[in-house]
């Protein structure tokens, strides 16, 4: 078990609302990513947060935004939700400075999102 | 298009035998390969790393290819126990930036 923790573990909402999703990142970690992840497939970046800013940008719309924290710990937010946001959103951190050198992610055990 | 590519069909291995797994990629460049093991339900974990100027690198029963011609890692899985059924996943990273491209997973089931 990693020392990343996410909440809620499970959350259903119907289309068109809006959904916060938190997460804790271990210990001494400043940097914090989000995955989405569809059933039977890989998961796909969203962004990544250091330091309280946003640090990249996967190909996601901008109803999908985010915060970091003073204390590293993050939130994904999704506005206007459609039902291909149903997945399971997986949040990392990592121990680095992003940009010089890789680490490896470590994972929480991820929000599962139901939109109807 | 990048595209990276896993065996979406599912591994089954008698134990004992190597499992071997296979991640090819095009329109891309890594700098940095990674694999992950995942169970259903939970959040990937980390099981190697490989930098595009390494050839090979092992970790207990695991070892894992890298060759940036054919643009190809291979997952091996030694002496293979039903413990390690589980889907894998490489993801690849472009410049040390930590932010990774996933394949989709390949599912290995070990059978005792």
């Known amino acids: 078990e990693t020392g990343v923790t996410q909440s809620p573990t499970h959350l259903i909402k119907t289309r068109g609302q809006q959904v916060t999703l938190r997460c804790s990142s271990q210990?001494?970690?400043?940097?914090v990513s989000w995955y989405q992840q569809a059933l039977g497939q890989g998961p796909q970046f969203i962004f990544q947060y250091y330091r309280e800013e946003e640090n990249g940008r996967g190909n996601f719309p901008p109803r999908f935004s985010g915060l970091q924290f003073p204390n590293y710990s993050s939130e994904l937010n999704v506005n206007a939700l459609e039902l291909d946001d149903s997945a399971l959103y997986l949040c990392a951190s990592s121990p680095g400075t992003s940009g010089v050198r890789p680490h490896e992610q470590y994972f929480g055990p991820g929000t599962r999102l139901t939109v109807t | 298009s990048q595209k990276i590519e896993q065996n979406s069909e599912a591994l089954n291995i008698q134990e004992g035998k190597t499992a071997t797994l296979t991640c090819n990629y095009t329109?891309?460049?890594?700098?940095?390969l990674q694999w992950y093991r995942q169970d259903p339900g939970r959040g990937p974990v980390f099981l190697l790393l490989i930098r595009e100027n390494e050839k090979e690198k092992r970790k207990e029963r695991l070892k894992v290819t890298f060759d940036t011609t054919l643009k190809q890692s291979l997952f091996h899985i030694t002496a293979s126990q039903p413990a390690d059924s589980a889907t894998y996943l490489c993801?690849?990273?472009?410049?040390?930036?930590?932010?990774?491209?996933f394949g989709g997973g390949t599912r290995v089931l070990v059978k005792p």
């Open positions: 993801a690849l990273d472009k410049a040390a930036g930590n932010k990774l491209t």
């Open positions: 329109n891309y460049s890594p700098a940095y």
């Open positions: 210990s001494g970690h400043n940097t």
